[in-house]
């Protein structure tokens, strides 16, 4: 059990002036810059609202309890850094902070983050970072820490901000955009593929793909395609059976979904966690995971999709339940998407 | 990776020191108390006139009198409209309060600090994937939950005054004969305060008010969450929360099934020591007019928001 990390803050004025600034007018909560006083938090308690529906809504309390062995939060120390903030009325945040950190759970091979625009670039070779919306991205960081970049120089996805929870995203146009990575090595026992996207136009008769894993001549694929193939989301193993329909729901919408290799005929496709579509494809699903392709199939270049991707990650490991709703409940909370619990 | 959610913003009211131990050898403590920015409000006093307006626009009209900023105010515009009134001096907490209690909205502080106003259509959604709460796998799970079927909020007689309007009543009869024992046709009443401009809104809101407590439901009125019951995925759905968030709440005893689409009406949240215990404050989501619509999302899902029921 990993328990939230409880940050207490003091607001302390900002660009205040005494015996100049207007009380009422130039400071108030907005103007305060706040202060971690947490490493001496020894208990809190908070209490808001209201008991039953038809009472009113009384005034919100919270009392912390602070080791003071050092005088800091003494109100007539001056020597403390916190003087002279100690005092009734000075703004106070209490705060919890979750980590979850998806390269602390074990295989992590690949992490691209499009929220985040320090690893996001404006070219392949990663030195110039994407400024503003529209900007083209070029060069992605691999969080991992395994180095496996992505890139396209010629037709990148564009940089759009704001998109999903505030948060910046991926667009590719399902003309020629793509982004892409070589060089990972084929998995042994299983790996497990987790993305968070949306589809940007209608549903249609092309096919429209959001990932390729593929090696030189063999690729899975994830896509859309009304023509041939069902409504819902479709996967593709051009060295097995073909084609199977419907093995995810939702391209539409914002959503989470992974798939999980668990052996070598052996697929799980999950739409936001809950109960996968599984699969028993009647070749290796193990030997293709050695290029990543984002936004078309990495094979041939063709099939290219128009999706909003948010988060990208890959594991060489099938990961477990558990871990699956961590990072699931992760990306739920990061990006505002639903996620069941995988049992 | 890591999420940080806001449990708390305010002021401190005291910063009272403890001593526990021989001199030099003991733990030197301090108590910090704090309230949210209600104290603030019912600090203020204004002084203004103000016409016939719905509720939002008059809570609004306060705080931008006394220059609360606009930063931290999320207020909706309200569907009743208040009466015209001649403030001087008044509390600004106390008007805000009496306003809301017209529109049967909630005024309160987020949790980061934004002076909310929510009126009474205000439609939270629920996230039916993420936010059901029970005993079954699959689901989130509590430490406990506190069931209640009691008289103690049960009104049959309802009142609704308003300032220069007859008060317009509305009642029960069959509940003030089944719940009077044997004297019967006792009224047990509710006084309802407002500044509703209308005596058919009064009403409304008095006939509303009986149709909904004048008989007893079993109803889960708290959920007590320990982190004793909790995995570590669960935590970003309880750090999230706030006032008037929507939940499913699900509790299976014997030869039974509860099931009650909730809000969240007061949040308690203890940690002493790494020990969390959370406490939320519950009421059915059938007690708040407006929510349901046909065709809506998130107020007419059968099953989740809406239970088919056939005669």
């Keep these: 059990m990993s328990l939230p990390t409880i940050t207490v803050s003091l607001g302390q004025l900002t660009g205040w002036t005494l015996g100049t600034s207007l009380l009422g007018t130039d400071t108030y909560l907005a103007t305060y810059e706040y202060t971690p006083i947490t490493s001496r938090v020894m208990d809190f308690s908070i209490r808001r609202g209201r008991q039953h529906e038809l009472d009113r809504i009384e005034t919100g309390t919270a009392s912390v309890t602070l080791i003071n062995q050092d005088g800091a939060v003494t109100p007539t120390n001056t020597s403390s850094v916190y003087y002279p903030d100690i005092r009734p009325m000075v703004p106070i945040k209490i705060q919890a902070t979750i980590t979850v950190n998806p390269a602390e759970i074990t295989g992590l091979v690949a992490w691209y983050d499009f929220s985040a625009a320090s690893t996001l670039f404006e070219d392949t070779a990663r030195t110039d970072p994407v400024d503003i919306d529209t900007d083209l991205i070029k060069g992605v960081t691999d969080l991992s820490g395994a180095g496996h970049h992505l890139s396209e120089a010629t037709n990148p996805p564009t940089y759009k901000t704001a998109i999903q929870n505030g948060l910046s995203v991926a667009r590719f146009d399902g003309t020629n955009d793509e982004l892409s990575v070589t060089g990972l090595t084929a998995p042994s026992s299983g790996w497990t593929w987790l993305g968070v996207f949306v589809k940007v136009g209608a549903l249609s008769a092309a096919t429209d793909t959001v990932v390729s894993l593929a090696d030189a001549a063999a690729r899975i694929q994830l896509f859309t395609d009304t023509d041939d193939h069902a409504t819902g989301m479709n996967y593709y193993q051009n060295d097995a059976a073909g084609v199977t329909t419907n093995v995810a729901t939702g391209p539409m919408t914002w959503g989470t979904k992974v798939m999980r290799a668990n052996s070598i005929s052996s697929l799980d496709i999950y739409t936001g966690g809950g109960t996968p579509v599984n699969l028993n494809p009647d070749n290796n699903v193990l030997t293709t995971q050695t290029v990543i392709g984002l936004g078309h199939n990495q094979n041939d270049n063709t099939n290219y999709g128009d999706y909003d991707i948010g988060e990208v990650l890959l594991y060489n490991v099938a990961l477990s339940a558990t871990d699956m709703n961590t990072l699931g409940n992760y990306l739920a909370a990061k990006w505002n998407v639903p996620w069941t619990t995988v049992t | ?311």
């Design chain 2, 1 to 311: 990776m890591s999420t940080t959610y806001d449990l708390f913003t305010g002021f401190a009211e005291s910063w009272t020191a403890s001593w526990e131990g021989a001199h030099r050898q003991g733990t030197d403590l301090v108590r910090l108390q704090l309230a949210d920015g209600m104290k603030v409000l019912n600090l203020a006093t204004v002084t203004t006139t103000r016409g016939v307006e719905t509720s939002g626009v008059r809570i609004e009209a306060l705080l931008n009198a006394i220059n609360w900023p606009a930063d931290l105010m999320d207020i909706e515009v309200g569907q009743s409209q208040v009466q015209a009134v001649t403030l001087d001096k008044a509390n600004v907490l106390a008007h805000i309060q009496e306003v809301a209690a017209s529109e049967s909205g909630q005024f309160f502080i987020a949790t980061d600090g934004v002076a909310t106003f929510f009126d009474r259509f205000h439609t939270t959604l629920l996230d039916e994937t993420n936010d059901v709460w029970g005993d079954e796998v699959g689901e989130k799970h509590y430490a406990s939950v506190t069931p209640s079927y009691d008289d103690q909020t049960l009104w049959n007689e309802v009142t609704v005054t308003a300032p220069d309007l007859a008060d317009q009543t509305a009642s029960d009869a069959i509940s003030q004969a089944l719940f009077s024992g044997p004297v019967g046709g006792r009224s047990r009443t509710l006084s309802v305060s407002t500044l509703l401009t209308t005596t058919g809104d009064m009403l409304d809101r008095a006939e509303f008010l009986v149709s909904k407590y004048a008989i007893p439901e079993q109803r889960i009125s708290a959920m007590n969450i320990d982190n004793g019951s909790l995995d570590d995925t669960q935590w970003p759905r309880i750090l999230m929360k706030d006032l008037h968030d929507r939940i499913i709440v699900k509790k299976r005893p014997a030869g039974d099934v509860i099931s009650q689409p909730s809000f969240i009406e007061g949040i308690q949240i203890d940690d002493n020591a790494g020990h969390w215990r959370i406490t939320w404050n519950l009421s059915s989501t059938a007690l708040q007019e407006g929510q349901w619509e046909l065709g809506t999302a998130g107020k007419s899902e059968l099953g989740t928001t809406t239970t088919l029921v056939t005669s």
